[in-house]
């Protein structure tokens, strides 16, 4: 059986854009998930850092049936 690793954020880190994308995204949530399956859903909400244009371009590029945030 496969397994995800929970991943903690340290109190002392903000969490912006170049954070969520370079490392939650990048190198800890999108690596656990393709483990698990060719076939997921990843959902986020409005936040700024899940609309920003960087976040956008990364998740069309990384993931195949992306469906781009609406203003």
């Known amino acids: 059986m496969q397994h995800v690793s929970i991943h903690f ?9 170049r954070y ?14 393709c483990q698990l399956s060719e076939f997921y859903v990843f959902q986020q ?3 700024l850092m899940h609309r920003a244009c960087e976040t956008v371009d990364l ?13």
């Not at 954020?9 to 854009?17: A, F, R």
């Open 9 to 17: 954020i340290k109190l002392s880190i903000k969490v912006n854009g």
């Open 20 to 33: 969520y994308r370079d490392v939650l995204l990048m190198r800890e949530l999108l690596p656990d998930i």
């Open 45 to 47: 909400d409005s936040a």
């Open 59 to 71: 998740f069309t590029k990384e993931t195949p049936d992306f469906i781009r945030p609406t203003l």
